[in-house]
């Protein structure tokens, strides 16, 4: 890489080619998660599923063994996996429907896609093998020939891996040319679901160098099949013989745990694990994260030549957020002396009560304007502040403590000033723990800093200015992709401008009654179906992320221990907090108001969660239309 290439401006794994396994971080929480048991893989879109499907696929590894120049016969006996990527591609699965056949016609045609697509690919991965050993005595050998007579009804025998693939494309093509033209073409023959799959996978696994693996399907974007495509699946993953099906999706993809059996389902952890890639510790997020960008930083040639291991910490490029650097970035002397003037006028002159307005810290003196609008006694806090500031036990420690970045964003509001994003711990939790939206948000802050002459052969930390300005571009163009998410896409759009117009209310209260509020939670249980599905597809889309609740205050009301987070990464949008402090309760029928998206009522909703007094006296008011 030279010192211009942005090392972030990839952030799919489709994207990273055979160099993949060069970029793919092995956290210790991917251990042991493939097994002789199908792995069920949730996750937002970005946060590593797909990666690690790809990396763990036989031609991934065994890319990464020749680059470390490991002999095949030792990387073979090694590797206890052989790993097939399948996606299910939005663009092509729905294909397999209507046209005037009926839904039993269609679950024989797909499984016969399924059997065929993943059979070639498994003889391909053969075909590799035998070319890639030096020995014939270790290669494998074919002994399907009667058995595909028969399932083909073949004039002319297969006796050959090379011969069969040559087959598996003719009828792959077959298929197609028939799916696509139902009604002018002559039905190809159909072969059970898995069937011939398996019998494949059995033939090799009984051989020598095969009997202690294991060959393992990648179904990736499981969210994307039919309904009854995914009952076809899931009956794979409840009978392997011998093939393991792992599935990845994004959170709710899964539309049915049905087999083709009507009274049997899969589930864990008899017939499947589950592992869910947006449930990292924050400390875990970040290993990962930090490993994930160091392994790119490791590409650059500047910094190679430098070889200095601190230049290959992300840590360093974004550096920690400052709360004292943002205030006086805008603050000037002047505007301390008006919240003095404010706070003397409200408080008079009593002598015991000057320790209020003698402060020259902003955050002391914007908190007591918060603790008098709450009705707090100003000798009761000046009591608290005298011991505060003699460092004694003082209730001031925790108001500071409960209210400062609530104060910060108050302060921003009342100056007219952006609210800053910046620093690692930001970017980590603006991310909302999905790495893709990470690497976006890293990618355009070195972007900027590009700009700025920022080079790697004399690295610097980015400014907080280069930071901000980066996580509001990929926040505004976050929002703006909502409008791509089917089937609601206009509708969620809408709740999201509603929601988020809300929370941007309530961190101008005055009274900072709940600072930091981002999330909601609701009676989940008295919703309606219709808002129950539509909350669904914001889960699958990571618009919104489903949560244990932070406090539970009343088991009454929030009998579901569940909460929503607006997606982290649309706070700078909305300039709200991106960290996971306070919630809002939401009455289940304002709710389902709120999801409806019927503009008069939403917005007359949405102005009543978000009705506080505001430093400038009247309420502004939230306009639905005012936000699209």
């Given at each position: ?169 003719y ?60 009952r ?34 899969i ?58 650097d ?26 015991n ?7 020259a ?16 006694k ?15 036990p ?83 163009y ?37 600072p930091?509020?981002?999330h ?12 129950l ?26 009998g579901n ?68």
């Amino acid at each position: 890489m030279t010192i211009y290439n942005n090392p972030f401006s990839i952030d799919r794994a489709e994207q990273l080619g055979d160099k993949l396994f060069e970029f793919y971080s092995n956290h210790k929480n991917f251990e042991g998660l493939l097994k002789r048991k199908s792995l069920m893989l949730e996750g937002g879109r970005g946060s590593g599923k797909t990666m690690f499907f790809l990396y763990h696929s036989y031609f991934n590894k065994k890319k990464e063994s020749e680059s470390k120049n490991i002999r095949f016969e030792e990387f073979f006996k090694a590797e206890k996996l052989i790993g097939i990527h399948f996606r299910a591609d939005s663009n092509f699965v729905p294909a397999f429907q209507h046209k005037g056949l009926d839904d039993d016609d269609w679950t024989l045609l797909f499984g016969h896609f399924l059997n065929i697509t993943l059979s070639k690919r498994l003889v391909e991965i053969i075909i590799d093998i035998n070319s890639s050993f030096d020995s014939r005595e270790s290669q494998i050998e074919f002994d399907l020939s009667d058995e595909l007579n028969i399932l083909f009804n073949l004039k002319d025998s297969i006796d050959s891996f090379s011969l069969l693939l040559k087959k598996l494309s003719y009828e792959e093509i077959l298929l197609m040319n028939y799916v696509n033209n139902v009604s002018k073409i002559e039905r190809p023959i159909i072969i059970s679901n898995g069937y011939l799959l398996n019998l494949i996978a059995q033939s090799i696994l009984k051989q020598k160098n095969f009997q202690e693996k294991t060959i393992h399907v990648f179904i990736d974007e499981y969210e994307n099949l039919l309904l009854y495509q995914q009952r076809i699946v899931n009956t794979l993953i409840k009978h392997p013989n011998p093939v393991i099906i792992d599935i990845g999706m994004r959170n709710k993809g899964c539309k049915t745990y049905q087999t083709l059996g009507d009274s049997e389902i899969i589930t864990p952890p008899h017939d499947y694990s589950y592992y869910n890639f947006e449930q990292f510790t924050s400390q875990e997020y970040e290993e990962l994260i930090v490993d994930i960008c160091r392994k790119r930083l490791e590409k650059i040639d500047a910094l190679q030549v430098i070889g200095d291991p601190t230049y290959l910490d992300i840590r360093f490029y974004l550096g920690e957020y400052n709360l004292e650097d943002e205030l006086s970035s805008f603050l000037k002397p002047k505007d301390i002396k008006i919240l003095q003037s404010k706070i003397k006028a409200r408080v008079g002159i009593e002598e015991n009560c000057s320790i209020l307005y003698e402060s020259a810290d902003p955050l002391i003196l914007r908190l007591i304007l918060v603790l008098l609008e709450r009705g707090q006694k100003s000798e009761h806090i000046a009591h608290e502040l005298t011991l505060f500031l003699e460092n004694k036990p003082s209730k001031f420690n925790d108001w500071i403590h409960n209210n400062k970045n609530g104060l910060i964003f108050l302060l921003c509001k009342e100056h007219s000033k952006n609210k800053m994003y910046y620093g690692f711990n930001t970017y980590k939790s603006t991310s909302s723990g999905i790495i893709r939206f990470f690497l976006e948000l890293c990618e355009s802050a070195f972007k900027n800093a590009f700009r700025n002459s920022f080079e790697f052969q004399s690295p610097r930390r980015l400014t907080p200015n280069e930071q901000s300005e980066a996580a509001y571009y990929v926040s505004q163009y976050k929002i703006n992709d909502i409008e791509t998410y089917t089937p609601y896409s206009n509708k969620l759009k809408r709740f999201v401008l509603l929601l988020g117009g809300i929370f941007e209310k309530l961190h101008r209260d005055i009274k900072l009654s709940e600072p930091e509020r981002n999330h909601f939670s609701s009676e989940f249980n008295r919703l309606d179906e219709e808002s129950l599905i539509f909350l669904k597809s914001a889960e699958l889309y990571s618009v919104l992320q489903k949560k244990e609740e932070t406090k539970v205050k009343n088991s009454s009301i929030d009998g579901n221990n569940i909460e929503y987070h607006l997606n982290h990464i649309y706070a700078p949008y909305f300039q709200i907090s991106a960290r996971k402090i306070r919630s809002l309760y939401i009455d289940p029928g304002n709710l389902a108001v709120l999801i409806s998206g019927e503009s008069r009522k939403a917005n007359d909703v949405a102005n009543a969660l978000a009705k506080i007094e505001e430093i400038n006296g009247g309420q502004t008011k939230i306009d639905l239309f005012d936000a699209l």
